[in-house]
């Protein structure tokens, strides 16, 4: 008996350590024979090419890792198009392209190419100076027209700098200075931009009547003369966090003395001077700024108007703006995006030089032609669409630089559903009956979309009154958000 048991025991050690033997090799067996796709490798290194102006540090920046990272092989086709994205989202190049080189030991080496846009664009100005060209095309009045000339200055010094100046005559005189450095600090975070514009016009539209603006005017004065410095201060908290603190001085001489105190609350012979601070907080993770077809954008913000000299207390006023989009891709061609705006404000009656509403900025698809002026409004917009021509990239014959050949193209289809709504207890009288209601509209449209953050929509629109609208559009989506 006691025989058996120590043979009972030898043979289960024996079988104790070849099982464990067994366990080991098929341990170590699997690590070896392990998929490259769940190890990681290291960014070795990264160069440029392409950037004939921009400095390196400004490329550097915008990218979603560094140099000595470690990144996952499965995330890093997704690192590298997410960072492709972030510099084509700077508008300074037409294409962007990121390969890398594997080297030994798991280690890569990045390489960015960059085929850099023209920055400097002097041009002449010769525009409509309607709300948008849909109202311009409906009613045309070839006395509201701007021309004149200006200078954009792009990667000013190369460094993501704008430098800009403005000289317009005609409908709507302007002369602007603008400067933007979006990146100093020794992290590059911090921004700042100031300007300074004085706009003067022979017509206002000083009051709005049957949904419509009403205009007066003088041939042989400036009704109007706005002067407006302000200066803008930026922290960049992450790659797509942002925050801004801005300050906006407005002195407004306003010469019309029938309409002078409906206009600007003051007896006629008073300037209007008031300061707009503003603090906002902006997420912005699209994969476009000029054309989005997936990602998320948030933006809040807290506005304060604080009269300076007269009437103190009774046209200061805080408001509260909330903007936010979504874009999402449903299959290959098909996409899909909704956004919303709202505006909370205080229920006064307010001057007509400080209403605001749908129709100035922002407006509803379908209600072109119309304004409506309330202290609080949102507007969501809603569309389906769908990719008729992928993009294609093709050379210009005869154009030898390389900042305008090659050229990318690319067309999509779109069903839209917008809603709106404005409130004010004030202004829904002498036949504005657009306020305190809501407003909706449906429609079709085409988008053509190019390099250069060139976009042209063409809508035709049905809306809830039944009218029946065909617009052209050639500004970027949400660029009045």
């Not at 392209?97 to 846009?117: D, N, P």
């Not at 792009?154 to 979006?182: A, C, I, Q, T, W």
């Not at 603006?213 to 003088?218: E, F, I, L, S």
């Not at 903007?323 to 061609?333: E, G």
Request: aromatic fraction near 16%; glycine fraction near 6%; charge should be positive.
């Amino acid at each position: 008996m006691y025989f058996s048991k120590r043979i009972i025991h030898t043979e289960l050690n024996r079988f104790s350590q070849v099982f464990f033997s067994v366990l080991f090799l098929l341990q170590a067996a699997s690590l070896f024979s392990m998929e490259p796709n769940d190890s990681l490798v290291i960014v070795s290194g990264v160069s440029i090419s392409g950037n004939k102006v921009s400095k390196e540090n400004i490329i550097l920046k915008e990218l979603s890792f560094s140099v000595g990272d470690s990144i996952s092989r499965e995330e890093l086709a997704t690192t590298l198009e997410r960072s492709r994205e972030n510099l084509l989202n700077t508008a300074l190049y037409n294409f962007v392209t990121i390969t890398y080189a594997a080297l030994e030991q798991l280690k890569i080496h990045v390489h960015i190419s960059v085929i850099e846009r023209w920055y400097i664009w002097p041009s002449p100005i010769f525009e409509h100076a309607e709300r948008n060209l849909g109202a311009f095309i409906h009613d045309p009045d070839w006395d509201r027209i701007n021309y004149g000339g200006q200078i954009n200055w792009s990667n000013f010094r190369g460094r993501n700098e704008l430098l800009k100046l403005k000289l317009r005559f005609g409908y709507k005189e302007l002369f602007e200075v603008f400067y933007d450095k979006p990146n100093f600090g020794r992290n590059q975070n911090h921004g700042i931009n100031l300007a300074v514009n004085q706009t003067r016009q022979h017509e206002v539209n000083a009051a709005t009547v049957n949904n419509k603006p009403v205009y007066v005017g003088n041939n042989n004065s400036y009704l109007s003369d706005f002067l407006n410095p302000y200066l803008s201060y930026t922290y960049r908290s992450s790659l797509y966090t942002r925050h801004f603190i801005t300050l906006l001085y407005y002195n407004l001489t306003y010469r019309d003395s029938l309409t002078h105190e409906f206009f600007t609350g003051l007896p006629y012979g008073k300037n209007t001077d008031f300061l707009l601070s503003e603090y906002s907080f902006e997420y912005d993770y699209r994969d476009s700024r000029s054309y989005p077809l997936t990602g998320n954008y948030f933006r809040v913000g807290l506005r304060r108007r604080e009269m300076l000299f007269q009437s103190k207390d009774i046209h200061s006023k805080t408001s509260l703006l909330f903007t936010a989009t979504h874009h999402r891709m449903l299959t290959k061609r098909l996409f899909y995006n909704d956004a919303l705006r709202m505006q909370l404000s205080k229920d006064i009656y307010e001057p007509k030089v400080y209403r605001t509403g749908l129709g100035y900025g922002p407006y509803l698809r379908g209600y072109e032609l119309y304004v409506v002026e309330g202290n609080s409004h949102a507007l969501m917009v809603n569309n389906l669409k769908y990719c008729i021509m992928q993009e294609k990239s093709f050379n210009l014959m005869y154009i030898p630089w390389s900042q305008f050949n090659p050229v990318h193209f690319s067309m999509y289809g779109n069903l839209f559903f917008d809603l709106a709504y404005v409130h004010s207890k004030n202004y829904g009288v002498q036949g504005n009956t657009f306020v305190n209601r809501a407003l909706y509209t449906a429609g079709l449209g085409l988008d053509l979309v190019s390099y250069y953050d060139q976009v042209v929509r063409l809508e035709l629109s049905l809306n809830r009154e039944g009218q029946v609208g065909f617009f052209i559009h050639t500004e970027l989506p949400f660029s009045r958000w």
